[in-house]
């Protein structure tokens, strides 16, 4: 079966996952492994899948440490799979949304403080460019506006 695009494994008692489990999938868009006793999966479980999927991963609800699920979403992240939390964890220590035990709470606050800085740094970037359209739609503008009287003026 190389095409599924769901996968649900909620509370089957896993403990690991390692290297190549998914390899074959190329169209898996949604990995339900919450419920389990997963301490530990291979960073390279996703490696061959197609490049630009996304993950729930709001459904790795399992004890991770906080560090080691921060490792597990650079590594996604590397692989060129994006990373979504749908249920957002709030209240207590979480990265991107995914529940985590802290040991370390500040690590956490600065790994997602830095990916707000890198939002909030695209997004100026982003409105930047958007005005620097407008300004040339509405010099366009003043262009066509004036060949119109021109051409006006010529006809009569």
């Avoid at 960073?43 to 921060?70: A, E, H």
């Avoid at 509405?138 to 009287?149: A, E, K, P, Q, T």
């Amino acid at each position: 079966m190389t095409s599924l695009k769901k996968l649900f494994l909620k509370a089957t008692g896993i403990s690991k996952i390692t290297y190549g489990t998914f390899s074959n999938q190329k169209e898996l868009e949604l990995l339900d492994i919450s419920d389990n006793k997963l301490g530990f999966i291979d960073l390279q479980m996703f490696s061959g899948m197609k490049k630009s999927k996304t993950i729930d991963i709001v459904r790795l609800d399992n004890p991770w440490s906080c560090s080691y699920l921060g490792k597990i979403i650079e590594s996604m992240s590397a692989q060129g799979i994006n990373v979504k939390a749908v249920n957002v964890v709030k209240n207590s220590s979480n990265i991107f949304g995914v529940g985590c035990e802290s040991e370390d709470h500040k690590s956490i606050l600065k790994l997602n403080s830095e990916v707000d800085d890198k939002v909030s740094t695209k997004l100026n970037e982003l409105i930047d460019e958007v005005n620097k359209i407008k300004i040339n739609v509405n010099n366009f503008n003043v262009d066509v506006d004036v060949l119109r009287s021109e051409m006006f003026n010529f006809r009569n």
